[in-house]
C-alpha cells in the first residue's frame, strides 16, 4: 500500500513543515496544505507512515468544514489541484491527500473543547477538582459526561515542543477579549454540533481541537483540520463505559505500544511494527467509514 512520508512540490515555495502537515505558497490568496501519512506521538514524529491516513483526515476535514459552514465559514475553497498542479507526475502522489486554502492570519490559539473528563483533564481533575482552572463538580469519574462542554485553550508552540495550557485571561491578552470570545463561542457550537451528529453514527467525541484565523476583514474563520482523529477523541458508543478511558479511533494503538518500550519520548522515535501500523490504519478508516458513509 503506497504512502505519504514527505512531500515534494518542486513547482511551489515550501512555508511551513509541520508534524503532518506540509504548507506550501501560492499566491497571495492561497496556500497548498498536504497532509501526509507521517503520526506523532508525544509531540515526536515517528519514522513510519500510516498507510491512507493522509487520504482519511483530508475527507474529514473536507466533509466537517461543509458541515459547519453555517456555524462559522472556513478556509476550503472549490479549487481543485490541477488547478494549481498542471504537471500530472507532481500530482499525482497528492491526491486525495491535499487542498487549497485560503491565505488567513492564524491566531496564536489551540481552541481546545472537552465534553468528557479524560486524559490530562482527568488527571488535572483527580489533583486539583478542576480542568484547567475550570471547577467541577466533585465526585465524577473518569470518561464522565462533563455537565457543559468546557473551552480549554492552550498555546501554539513549535514541533517537538508541548504544548501549554493557558486560562482564558491569557487569551484575551494575547488576542484580545472580543476575539477571544469569538473564539470560544464559535469551538463550543462547533463542538456541540459535530458531537450530535457524530453520536447519531455510534461515534462519541470526547474532545476535539480547533484552529481559527482572520481574513482581511478580521472576521473570524475556522482553518486546519477539522474533527479528524488526530485532533479529536472518537470513542465507539457501544464499548463507552464510566470509569475507564474507553477505546479510540486514533492512534491509541501506538501511544499504547510506545509505553511498553524503552524510550524516553524524545526524538529519534522507535520504528513501529507492521501489525501497529496496520491496526491504526484500520481504526482511521473505520471512524471515516462511520462519519461519512
Not at 44 to 69: C, E, H, M, Q, Y
Not at 106 to 117: D, K, N, S, W
Amino acid at each position: 500500500m503506497s504512502t505519504l512520508y514527505d512531500s515534494s512540490v518542486r513547482s511551489l515555495p515550501l512555508l511551513h513543515k509541520g508534524k503532518v502537515r506540509d504548507i506550501y505558497g501560492i499566491d497571495d490568496k492561497h496556500l497548498l496544505i498536504v497532509t501526509t501519512d507521517r503520526l506523532s506521538a508525544f509531540d515526536v514524529v515517528l519514522p513510519d507512515p500510516i498507510p491512507n491516513k493522509g487520504k482519511v483526515l483530508t475527507a474529514l476535514s473536507l466533509f466537517w468544514g461543509n458541515f459547519t459552514r453555517d456555524i462559522l465559514p472556513n478556509h476550503f475553497t472549490n479549487l481543485a489541484l490541477s488547478d494549481v498542479l498542471t504537471n500530472a507526475d507532481e500530482r499525482a502522489p497528492l491526491e486525495g491527500q491535499a487542498m487549497i486554502v485560503r491565505k488567513l492570519k492564524a491566531l496564536p490559539v489551540e481552541a481546545i473543547v472537552r465534553g468528557y473528563l479524560v486524559g490530562s483533564g482527568w488527571k488535572d481533575y483527580q489533583k486539583t477538582g478542576a480542568v484547567c482552572g475550570i471547577g467541577l463538580p466533585a465526585g465524577l469519574q473518569q470518561a464522565a459526561q462533563l455537565p457543559d462542554p468546557i473551552f480549554t485553550p492552550s498555546t501554539k508552540v513549535a514541533v517537538g515542543e508541548h504544548d501549554e495550557n493557558v486560562d482564558f485571561a491569557h487569551i484575551s491578552n494575547l488576542i484580545g477579549e472580543e476575539m477571544a470570545n469569538k473564539v470560544r463561542n464559535a469551538a463550543l457550537q462547533l463542538y456541540l454540533r459535530a458531537r450530535e451528529y457524530a453520536a447519531s453514527r455510534g461515534i462519541m467525541i470526547a474532545d476535539t481541537k480547533f484552529e481559527f484565523g482572520m481574513d482581511d476583514d478580521g472576521n473570524l474563520v475556522l482553518i486546519d483540520e477539522v474533527l479528524t482523529p488526530d485532533s479529536s477523541r472518537f470513542w465507539p458508543a457501544d464499548q463507552y463505559q464510566l470509569g475507564i478511558s474507553p477505546p479510540s479511533f486514533d492512534k491509541q494503538f501506538v501511544r499504547d505500544y510506545l509505553e511498553t518500550l524503552d524510550w524516553n519520548k524524545k526524538a529519534p522515535a522507535p520504528h513501529l511494527p507492521p501489525e501497529i501500523l496496520n491496526k491504526t490504519a484500520d481504526k482511521y478508516h473505520e471512524a471515516q467509514t462511520r462519519l461519512m458513509s
